[in-house]
């Protein structure tokens, strides 16, 4: 019989790392299913004591990556009081985890690339972002995970692919002065919704390069600083009118910007505290 365990991931950083090792050595065990739990950007003790919730309230082994070292204390510390494995990557996660679980590791390299459910989801991911890029076939709005709306240039695309490669249907929908949003995006239900929004003078030079790199006149509304910030805060204005979460991108990588999503589409699926 299948046995299925917890695994917590928690990462200072966006938990790439982490989540492919995971997925490197879970590979190796047949007959074991396992509920991941990602825990991103722990870098406080408030989201220290929000993960070692999650870790208390479903009970598993325990992977991280943390540089800081009350964080790294405390998380150490309250596993050994719930009695759990805490496994830092600089330890040799596949013997821990063949410990866990009882069974030995099949001690084959590259299993993690086999062609499983999860990489034909991803690739299904992929073609949705594409297929609903800056606005378009809105009419399915609803069958995405999540929908990132925002001005130009806040990374919108970039960030639906990265989106797309953690297996989320993602598709974002572009905010147009004076244009009115899909009917189809008011109405839907089943997505999360994700205002993005970013500093007027840097959204003003990014704009600027793009429109040098396509030999276009640099003198429009689009680049004028005060007409930015009239439509920066109409957007938050929006944002905040439909309760929409909001990630500011300015000084956040994409990889940032992604970790912070998958962190509210967690929480929204109950998987977060």
């Known amino acids: 019989m299948t046995e299925t365990y917890h695994l917590h991931l928690v990462s200072d950083a966006t938990g790439e790392t982490i989540a492919s090792v995971a997925r490197a050595c879970l590979v190796q065990f047949e007959g074991v299913e396992v509920t991941e739990h990602v825990w991103n950007l722990v870098r406080t003790k408030r989201q220290l004591q929000r993960t070692l919730a999650g870790i208390e309230n479903n009970p598993g082994v325990v992977l991280f990556t943390l540089v800081d070292a009350k964080i790294r204390t405390g998380l150490e510390a309250a596993c050994r009081e719930l009695q759990l494995p805490c496994i830092s990557l600089l330890d040799p996660p596949i013997a821990a985890l063949s410990g866990y679980f009882g069974i030995k590791s099949r001690a084959k390299p590259g299993l993690q690339h086999a062609l499983d459910a999860e990489y034909f989801a991803r690739i299904d991911a992929i073609n949705f972002v594409l297929a609903h890029d800056d606005g378009q076939l809105t009419k399915d709005l609803n069958d995405a995970d999540v929908v990132?709306?925002?001005?130009?240039r806040t990374s919108k695309t970039p960030t639906c692919i990265y989106l797309a490669n953690r297996g989320i249907k993602a598709a974002n929908v572009p905010l147009v002065p004076g244009a009115r949003l899909p009917a189809e995006l008011l109405r839907a239900t089943r997505p999360l919704i994700v205002g993005l929004t970013k500093d007027p003078v840097s959204l003003v030079q990014i704009r600027r390069n793009r429109l040098r790199t396509l030999n276009q006149e640099e003198e429009t509304d689009y680049v004028d600083l005060e007409k930015v910030k009239q439509e920066v805060a109409a957007a938050r204005r929006m944002f905040a009118e439909r309760d929409w979460p909001v990630i500011d991108v300015t000084r956040r990588s994409i990889e940032e910007v992604a970790a912070a999503i998958l962190q509210l589409h967690e929480r929204r699926a109950g998987r977060l505290i």
């Open 148 to 152: 990132l709306v925002g001005i130009s």
